[in-house]
């Protein structure tokens, strides 16, 4: 069965642009979380959603945002990019009680 | 401090030699996962534990709930298990967000 997957693999954007990220989930999985992943703070939850509604949210600023649509597909937002902002940005999908499924990712530079 | 702290940071072995790594949290959990990072980013789950013992392969996760402990233990290793490993917990206050520790850089030389 196809894995989660995570479109653009890569991007490069200017600072205060802001930047749409695509997640597709395992067929059937509802949850989809979203992650941080930088040198210098290691990977960091951003949000968590299940059937359309936001579950958890992490310590992220409000220009951090996402959304989960009808068929699980899951975008995160991010406004007015700052340096900061560059990270390898991963999601995940999971069935309740089995584990996670991890994209590949998508890494982002903001110059 | 950290919620989750591993150790070693990093790990050079020979092939062959038997690997282990060790997780330490602070909090009540409701489950422990083991995830490896390959270069280029891409992260595998290789175990979810909440209690005792599982085997994959040659690779043995283990946990121990009352002294917040978790091992992963890699048996023969072999160059392509090179790769960063980290250790996450899913807190057991109703709130299903992982929280990772820093990771384990393992460098296997042929």
């Known amino acids: 069965k196809a894995g989660v997957t995570q479109t653009p693999r890569y991007l490069i954007k200017t600072r205060g642009q802001q930047v749409t990220l695509s997640c597709s989930p395992i067929s059937g999985h509802r949850s989809v979380s979203w992650y941080q992943q930088t040198p210098g703070q290691g990977l960091q939850f951003l949000f968590e959603y299940f059937s359309e509604t936001q579950r958890n949210k992490g310590n992220f600023p409000g220009r951090f945002s996402g959304r989960q649509f009808s068929n699980s597909r899951s975008e995160m937002n991010v406004s007015t990019l700052e340096l900061g902002d560059s990270a390898l940005y991963l999601c995940?999908?999971?069935?309740?009680?089995?584990?996670?499924?991890f994209g590949s990712g998508t890494r982002l530079t903001v110059v | 401090k950290n919620e989750v702290e591993q150790s070693p940071q990093n790990l050079t072995a020979q092939e062959g030699e038997f690997i282990t790594i060790n997780c330490s949290y602070s909090?009540?959990?409701?489950?422990l996962h083991w995830l490896q990072q390959h270069p280029g980013g891409g992260i595998v789950s290789l175990f979810m534990l909440s209690s005792g013992k599982k085997k994959h392969g040659r690779l043995i996760a283990t946990i121990n709930i009352q002294e917040k402990h978790s091992s992963l233990h890699i048996t023969a290793s072999h160059p392509r298990d090179s790769a960063v490993y980290i250790c996450a917990v899913i807190s057991n206050f109703g709130n299903e967000k992982l929280t990772f520790g820093t990771g384990t850089r393992l460098t296997i030389i042929p």
């Open positions: 909090v009540g959990i409701s489950a």
């Open positions: 995940a999908s999971s069935l309740a009680g089995f584990g996670y499924t």
